[in-house]
């Protein structure tokens, strides 16, 4: 599991400074919805019909137990007490109020997480086997590719505004367990 160094810390830090003053920005109604639209996408932020939802990322299905924690935390203090995790290995929150994002991505920071690429037209969260360093039929730990990817592909200027999303799953097993054949 990649463990965040201190240009990580500032970066995702720094990203949730800008978006808490995008927000504030959008409640007092100075940033219309069409200008704050792709600017709270890049942040996992989407308008539903009935709330706004907020996607976190889980690189490669990987959480430790003060990540877990976390998440379970945000559930209860931000949204109705539980929160979805997707086909994809995200976790999705489908009732923050917009007030609050800010608050959570803060949080999701504190313990190396963020909504970061969840969302819009870009490369999403790379994915892996959920067995991935314990299946005995692996040939390979996919995790390690998948975290190149990862780093590679994040806020990277030529990934972050594509055609389409790009979702890219990694394996190193025979049975596909990511189910890499659905993915791009």
């Known amino acids: 599991m ?3 160094d ?3 810390h500032a970066f995702v830090n720094g990203r949730v400074a800008q978006f808490r003053d995008q927000v504030e920005r959008r409640l007092s109604g100075e940033l219309a919805e069409d200008a704050f639209r792709p600017l709270r996408l890049m942040n996992g932020v989407y308008l539903q019909l009935h709330a706004y939802m ?3 990322a889980i690189p490669y299905g990987t959480l430790n137990s003060k990540q877990m ?3 379970a935390q945000i559930a209860r203090k931000y949204d109705r007490g539980y929160g979805h995790f997707t086909t994809r290995q995200n976790i999705q929150y489908n009732w923050p109020k917009l007030a609050d994002t800010p608050d959570i ?3 999701l920071a504190s313990v190396e997480m963020h909504a970061i690429q969840t969302s819009g037209n870009c490369i ?3 994915t892996a086997d959920h067995f991935a360093g314990a299946a005995a039929d692996e040939a390979a730990d996919p995790r390690p590719y998948a975290e190149i990817l990862r780093q590679w592909s994040s806020v990277h200027p030529e990934f972050s505004f594509l055609p389409r999303k790009f ?3 990694v394996t190193g097993a025979k049975d596909d367990r990511a189910a890499i054949q659905v993915h791009d």
């Open 2 to 4: 990649y463990r965040y």
């Open 6 to 8: 201190e240009f990580d």
């Open 54 to 56: 907020l996607r976190v």
């Open 69 to 71: 924690r976390m998440l």
């Open 105 to 107: 991505l803060a949080d």
């Open 124 to 126: 999403r969260n790379v």
């Open 167 to 169: 979702k890219i799953a």
